[in-house]
T-cell receptor, first 113, second 116 residues
Framework: DQQVKQNSPSLSVQEGRISILNCDYTNSMFDYFLWYKKYPAEGPTFLISISSIKDKNEDGRFTVFLNKSAKHLSLHIVPSQPGDSAVYFCAASATTGGFKTIFGAGTRLFVKA | DTGVSQDPRHKITKRGQNVTFRCDPISEHNRLYWYRQTLGQGPEFLTYFQNEAQLEKSRLLSDRFSAERPKGSFSTLEIQRTEQGDSAMYLC??????????????FGAGTRLSVL
């Protein structure tokens, strides 16, 4: 049972344009959502998060949008840079669930110079 | 470097052997997590500790897997009688609990296990 789904295995974007990575979830108990970024041979690193009481959180070039009714969130990167090329994981947790975090399968982003 | 460290980085073993991995979390973090990641998938939750207490263990986790965090600091993950299907990257993460703190986990680089 995949509770967090990232349906696009990969995404290719030109440098300077917007990258939009999508994520869907099924568990309505999730109340905190995170995006992690992973480079080869490294562990995932935290990028940005959003609480279910908000619909948008912005940090520099990165913005996460949450649509609770659709159980959908997205990560926008603008402008995209070649250094953003990595695998991006969407993750979700439920405060009542003991902070166990469920990860999606990831989307590999290629930013072309 | 005060990040999460994992040892060893790579482990090759023969089927049926036991292996043990170690994780040293960020020193002030009281929560510690173990995940398994296979190719093309995201980290899959295995178990987590708050201080020395193991609070949750995945129902998918075989009895051959056991984890400990004896003094609430470092943790070990042991796999007994390894099988080829155990080949994966094993990731450790830690987080802190505090007022208003959210569950942002900091990951180690992982231990890659290959079972021949």
């Amino acid at each position: 049972d995949q509770q967090v789904k990232q349906n696009s295995p990969s995404l290719s974007v030109q440098e300077g344009r917007i990258s939009i990575l999508n994520c869907d979830y099924t568990n309505s108990m999730f109340d905190y959502f995170l995006w992690y970024k992973k480079y080869p041979a490294e562990g995932p690193t935290f990028l940005i998060s959003i609480s279910s009481i908000k619909d948008k959180n912005e940090d520099g070039r990165f913005t996460v949008f949450l649509n609770k009714s659709a159980k959908h969130l997205s990560l926008h990167i603008v402008p995209s840079q070649p250094g953003d090329s990595a695998v991006y994981f969407c993750a979700a947790s439920a405060t009542t669930g003991g902070f166990k975090t469920i990860f999606g399968a990831g989307t590999r982003l290629f930013v072309k110079a | 470097d005060t990040g999460v460290s994992q040892d060893p980085r790579h482990k090759i073993t023969k089927r049926g052997q036991n292996v043990t991995f170690r994780c040293d979390p960020i020193s002030e973090h009281n929560r510690l997590y173990w995940y398994r990641q296979t190719l093309g998938q995201g980290p899959e939750f295995l178990t987590y500790f708050q201080n020395e207490a193991q609070l949750e263990k995945s129902r998918l986790l075989s009895d051959r897997f056991s984890a400990e965090r004896p003094k609430g600091s470092f943790s070990t993950l042991e796999i007994q009688r390894t099988e080829q299907g155990d080949s994966a990257m094993y990731l450790c993460a830690s987080s802190t609990q505090g007022a208003g703190a959210k569950n942002i986990q900091y990951f180690g680089a992982g231990t890659r296990l290959s079972v021949l």
